[in-house]
């Protein structure tokens, strides 16, 4: 499952390429543009800078969590990295509504685009909408799948009970248990499989949920890239640093939890973190030809940052909030749960101030 959703990321990105490099993408809308920002020259240097300065914080913000084992009080089990998970979903809630999604609606509303159908239908609401069901799916199914395939491993053990008091208390006794044998061996075993049942979720949520902000980490970076306005160019570096880093830290908490190998984790990290600068990198080799305001470009971006609105917005509000809200950790704590709801709507509230520069 790891490696189709790998795949999936390759998919969107070759195919959104491949849309933006057509002759339609590289021919610009019929509009003449008198901005005084507009200088190619001076834009160069400044996305050079946001390359290096966006892949410094990505860095940061999703290895944070992955080296908190050291500090006892950023450990998972600890109620300050809660608090800071949910405010690093509340900055991943803040980006799908108040940046993803109305940029989505701008592009495919343009007055570069015909009126039918484009302009009489919302096309970004019903593909967002139908994004978060299929990451539903997706959810859903993946879980399924990991679960079958980690099911072998615990029938062996439930089959044991046939076969005799010796054999239990061996077990038992094994693990360090005495007296009612039997009893606490089926314990230790539901314990076990909601343990390994949980650990499946955190898996299923870290790769879906990465695999959607490679989507919209590549789109936001190549309209950076291929821009020439340097006044948005200085105020896009500060708002896209400060999205990156707390919106690593939200991935990098999901990718603690689920407790991949060495070797996955650095894998998640790299993608995370390169995605934004390759985007810039690439708009600006393309920004001689490639048109951010060419009718295919908005259409294949819109649609895009649609797709990408409901990924994020389903996995903050189910996978990441409601399952931490709703969890026994947070209903047995109502102080937790009132600095946890602050810092939802410090994380969407700052996320959403972003969106006056970005």
Not at 68 to 87: D, G, N, Q, T
């Amino acid at each position: 499952m790891a490696t189709s959703l790998c795949s999936l990321k390759f998919i969107f990105v070759f195919l959104m390429l491949t849309t933006l490099l057509t002759p339609q993408a590289m021919a610009d809308c019929e509009t003449e543009s008198t901005d005084s920002c507009i200088n190619k020259a001076k834009a160069l240097p400044l996305k050079i800078i946001a390359i290096f300065a966006i892949l410094v914080t990505s860095m940061i913000g999703i290895c944070l969590p992955l080296l908190s084992r050291s500090v006892p009080a950023l450990s998972p089990e600890s109620s300050l990295f809660i608090i800071v998970k949910c405010f690093a979903a509340g900055i991943i809630l803040g980006t799908g509504f108040m940046h993803v999604l109305p940029d989505s609606f701008d592009m495919l509303w343009s007055d570069c685009l015909k009126q039918n159908p484009w302009h009489n239908f919302p096309f970004s609401g019903l593909v967002a909408m139908f994004s978060a069901i299929i990451t539903l799916m997706i959810d859903s199914l993946a879980t399924t799948i990991y679960r079958k395939k980690n099911g072998a491993g615990v029938i062996p053990a439930e089959s044991n009970h046939g076969g005799g008091n010796d054999q239990e208390v061996g077990v038992v006794s094994f693990e360090h248990f005495h007296g009612h044998g039997h009893q606490h061996h089926q314990d230790l075993q539901v314990k076990t499989e909601a343990g390994d049942s949980q650990l499946l979720r955190y898996r299923v949520v870290a790769m879906v949920l990465e695999l959607g902000i490679v989507v919209h980490s590549v789109v936001i970076g190549l309209s950076m890239g291929a821009s020439n306005n340097t006044c948005s160019i200085r105020g896009l570096i500060a708002a896209l640093c400060f999205h990156q880093m707390f919106e690593g830290m939200g991935l990098g908490g999901c990718i603690l939890q689920a407790e991949y190998k060495f070797l996955k984790k650095a894998v998640m990290v790299f993608f995370f973190s390169v995605t934004t600068p390759f985007g810039i990198a690439l708009g600006i080799a393309m920004s001689t030809a490639y048109k951010e305001n060419s009718p295919s470009a908005l259409i294949t971006v819109g649609l895009l940052n649609a797709s990408s609105a409901g990924l994020l917005i389903y996995m903050a509000l189910v996978d990441l909030l409601a399952a931490d809200f709703l969890g026994q950790r947070m209903q047995g704590s109502f102080s937790l749960q009132i600095k946890s709801y602050i810092a939802v709507f410090l994380g969407a509230g700052g996320m959403s101030l972003m969106a006056r520069w970005a």
